[in-house]
C-alpha cells in the first residue's frame, strides 16, 4: 500500500505539517480527527489519493508510531498531549507601561 508506506516512512515531517493545519505546541492536546484530516492533507500534498477509511487506518499506525517515538502521550483512546520541545510557545513578555499622557494646553477664551 503505497500511501500508507510513504505517511509511514515520512512520520517525522507529519507533526510539522500538521503544525501548519491547525495549533500544536508542546504538551497541547491534538485529537485523533484532527490527526486524521492531517493525514489526508499530508497525502494530498504528497500527490497521493487516500480514501477516508484508508486514512483512519493510517492514522492509527502513524499514532502508534509516534507514541512508540515518545512524540505523542496518549489521554485517552481519542486524544494525545504532544511532547516535541521544539514546538514550545515562545516566553512572552509583559510589555512596558504606557507613560502618563502630558496634560493639555488650556485653551484660552476670546475676549
Known amino acids: 500500500m503505497k500511501a500508507r508506506d510513504h505517511i509511514l516512512t ?3 515531517d507529519f507533526l510539522p505539517f500538521l503544525r501548519t493545519r491547525v495549533p500544536v505546541f508542546h504538551l497541547s492536546n491534538v485529537f485523533f480527527r ?3 484530516y492531517g493525514v489526508i492533507a499530508f497525502a494530498a500534498e504528497h500527490r497521493i489519493r ?3 477509511t484508508e486514512a483512519e487506518d493510517i492514522t492509527r499506525r502513524l499514532i ?3 507514541e512508540r ?5 496518549p489521554i ?7 511532547n516535541k520541545e ?19 494646553a488650556p485653551v484660552s477664551q476670546p475676549a
Open 10 to 12: 515520512h512520520s517525522g
Open 86 to 104: 521544539e514546538f514550545r510557545k515562545p516566553a512572552v513578555k509583559p510589555a512596558p507601561a504606557a507613560a502618563p499622557a502630558k496634560p493639555a
Open 69 to 73: 517515538e515518545k512524540l505523542l502521550v
Open 34 to 36: 484532527d490527526i486524521h
Open 50 to 52: 487516500v480514501g477516508y
Open 76 to 82: 485517552d483512546s481519542q486524544s494525545w498531549s504532544v
Open 64 to 66: 502508534e508510531r509516534l
